[in-house]
């Protein structure tokens, strides 16, 4: 497997740094220009580019469930043969929130976002 498909993507990454999430990882997306694309390496410490996080890491940052004041939020997540999938239920078991991607890096990057742009956690 490659190392990117072990990592949220880049997008996922620009967008967690713009959320002032900590660029604290093992390793980040840097541009190559003789290649003129972005890859993921090993982090250094001139920390160019933006962190690439792996499920593990971004699993430490998503709390087991949300309190907005209001209600608490559970995360329920399963994996499919095709694709990743979190719900984010309320005590009631309402559905507040369906993501899907297709590996799990990618969804807990996903998860994070929703839950940092809406006010449910902080960073």
């Given at each position: 497997m490659r190392l990117e498909d072990q990592v949220a993507s880049l997008d996922l990454c620009k967008r967690l740094k713009e959320l002032n999430v900590k660029q604290e990882s093992y390793f980040e997306w840097l541009y190559r220009p003789d290649l003129d694309s972005w890859s993921v390496s090993p982090r250094f410490k001139n920390q160019l580019g933006y962190s690439a996080f792996t499920s593990s890491e971004l699993?430490?940052?998503?709390?087991?469930?949300?309190?907005?004041?209001?209600?608490?939020?559970?995360?329920?997540?399963?994996?499919?043969?095709?694709?990743?999938?979190?719900?984010?239920?309320s005590d009631g078991n309402k559905m507040l929130l369906n993501l899907t991607a297709d590996t799990e890096s990618e969804l807990r990057a996903k998860m994070l976002i929703y839950l940092i742009e809406n006010g449910l956690v902080n960073v």
């Open positions: 699993g430490e940052m998503l709390p087991y469930s949300v309190d907005d004041g209001v209600d608490f939020y559970y995360p329920n997540y399963t994996k499919h043969p095709k694709y990743y999938r979190v719900q984010l239920l």
